[in-house]
């Protein structure tokens, strides 16, 4: 087992591509396509750095008072390129290079996903151009993005039917996930382009209950697995019934956020009750799991403890969610929390499993230790104070500017310094001198 011992701090080298980094050798756009995760995580960390940077200058320009030119409203435009941009991306790698160790298959070449992931890199470019000039040209983008989705859905979904493994239960919510977003996020592409931005802003937020179910069912999978493997006196603890219980809890929010989101943000007192009544012991239920998975045991071992924390944000999303849909009902659609349950879940618990799986993905098929450093370690609790800082805007709404535009400086801050350090090495060869 390789030494838990953090390595010393290093600033981040090279760029997205073409420099030449002495300790990991030269860029070449050729070996994007060694593996699959080289390909997808590339583009995933491009998207995810564009997009923090895009919204931190829209926030920065409207808080100047300089008015940007928006054929679609901003806060549409925010749903569908942080909620449909970059973690399909990250998914597709991280589907192709565990997904066949799951099913028993060969390992996938990364030439599969090339075209996949050059469509959903040019849909985002056409889309993030359509959100200032023209709605139509958006919404071509957004459905182009999707094409390249279904592409990777429908790769993974024949990889499943020729799996000759009996347990493909995490595969299988994986692939009702990722199809569940696709639909999604083609019915967004129509809406926009019939101008119904409620209704297409409502996709979104029902997808990311779709994107939740590929979420919990990789944690449910592999963070026992990893706790057990560096801490062997924590025991994995995964009842079968487990992923089924998660799914439900998960999926039975996205027709509640539909509705919410199509009635401006609020719920009529019975729903509201209704959505309390499964989000309250729902957050206990996760933040239990939570500790019963081993999250004090793992703080010592950072890039486990990035796991385990990502993970905890769900639990906190849902205790937040329960209160404010309590308060919803109690005030007849007065009183809430505003956007402080949504931002957990987005921003603290898919953002921070998302920067802890793949750190630990590029680490160890880089040939590099499975350990967080001290800069890994660093961008993680940037991030975490971004999500504080957004969810902390949303509780005290007379502070919500100066600490919206904190935040956003916060994310852009975590994810930018780990796409800078993490993209090259998607485009050199492995540090130990392995292929893949």
């Known amino acids: 087992m390789p030494s838990l011992q953090p390595q010393s701090a290093g600033l981040p080298s090279g760029s997205f591509g073409g420099r030449r980094s002495r300790a990991?050798?030269?860029?070449?756009?050729?070996r994007l396509l060694a593996a699959p995760h080289r390909v997808a995580f590339w583009g995933g960390s491009v998207v995810l750095a564009a997009?923090?940077?895009?919204?931190?200058?829209?926030?920065?320009?409207?808080?100047?008072?300089?008015?940007?030119p928006w054929a679609v409203s901003p806060t549409v435009a925010h749903a569908l390129l942080l909620g449909f941009g970059f973690l399909p991306l990250f998914m597709a790698g991280f589907m192709f290079t565990a997904g066949p160790r799951w099913l028993g298959l060969a390992e996938v070449p990364g030439r599969q996903l090339a075209l996949p992931v050059a469509v959903m890199l040019g849909g985002w470019t056409v889309a993030v151009l359509g959100f200032h000039l023209s709605a139509p040209l958006a919404a071509l983008g957004v459905a182009a993005a999707a094409v390249g989705f279904a592409l990777v859905t429908g790769l993974f979904g024949l990889m499943v039917l020729e799996s000759p493994v009996a347990d493909r239960d995490h595969a299988k919510l994986v692939l009702l996930?990722?199809?569940?977003?696709?639909?999604?996020?083609?019915?967004?592409?129509v809406?926009?382009?019939?101008?119904?931005?409620?209704?297409?802003?409502?996709?979104?937020h029902g997808a990311l209950w779709a994107l939740a179910l590929v979420f919990v069912a990789v944690a449910h999978r592999m963070i026992p697995f990893f706790t057990e493997g560096a801490l062997p006196a924590v025991r994995a603890w995964r009842p079968r019934a487990?992923?089924?219980?998660?799914?439900?809890?998960?999926?039975?929010?996205?027709?509640?956020?539909v509705a919410e989101a199509l009635n401006?943000?609020?719920?009529?007192?019975?729903?509201?009750?209704?959505?309390?009544?499964?989000?309250?012991p729902g957050g206990a239920l996760l933040l239990w799991l939570s500790l019963r998975w081993g999250l004090r045991e793992s703080l010592p071992v950072r890039l486990l403890a990035m796991l385990h924390l990502g993970f905890a944000w769900l639990g906190v999303a849902f205790t937040l969610g329960g209160v404010s849909h309590l308060l919803m009902a109690l005030s007849e659609g007065t009183l809430s929390l505003g956007l402080a349950p949504l931002h957990a879940f987005t921003m603290g618990f898919l953002g921070s499993l998302l920067l802890a799986m793949a750190s630990r993905v590029a680490r160890g098929h880089s040939g590099r230790a499975l350990q967080a450093d001290n800069w890994t370690w660093m961008m993680f609790w940037v991030l975490q104070l971004a999500v504080l800082a957004r969810v902390a805007a949303a509780l005290w709404p007379q502070l919500g500017t100066g600490l919206t535009?904190?935040?956003?400086q916060f994310w852009v801050g975590a994810v930018g310094a780990w796409a800078l350090r993490h993209a090259p090495w998607f485009g050199q060869p492995r540090i130990?001198?392995?292929a893949g």
Not at 242 to 257: E, H, I, N, R, Y
Not at 266 to 279: F, M, N, Y
Not at 405 to 408: D, F, I, K, R, T
Request: with cysteine; aromatic share 6%; proline share 4%.
């Open 432 to 434: 130990d001198g392995g």
């Open 264 to 280: 401006g943000g609020s719920l009529p007192a019975g729903p509201a009750a209704l959505r309390a009544v499964i989000e309250l």
């Open 191 to 204: 809406l926009l382009v019939l101008g119904q931005e409620a209704a297409t802003r409502a996709a979104v």
């Open 177 to 189: 996930g990722c199809a569940a977003t696709v639909v999604a996020q083609w019915a967004a592409a």
């Open 24 to 30: 990991a050798g030269a860029w070449r756009w050729q």
């Open 51 to 68: 997009s923090a940077l895009w919204w931190a200058a829209a926030l920065l320009a409207r808080a100047a008072g300089l008015a940007l």
């Open 405 to 408: 535009l904190l935040a956003v």
């Open 242 to 257: 487990l992923p089924g219980a998660l799914a439900l809890l998960v999926g039975l929010q996205a027709p509640f956020a």
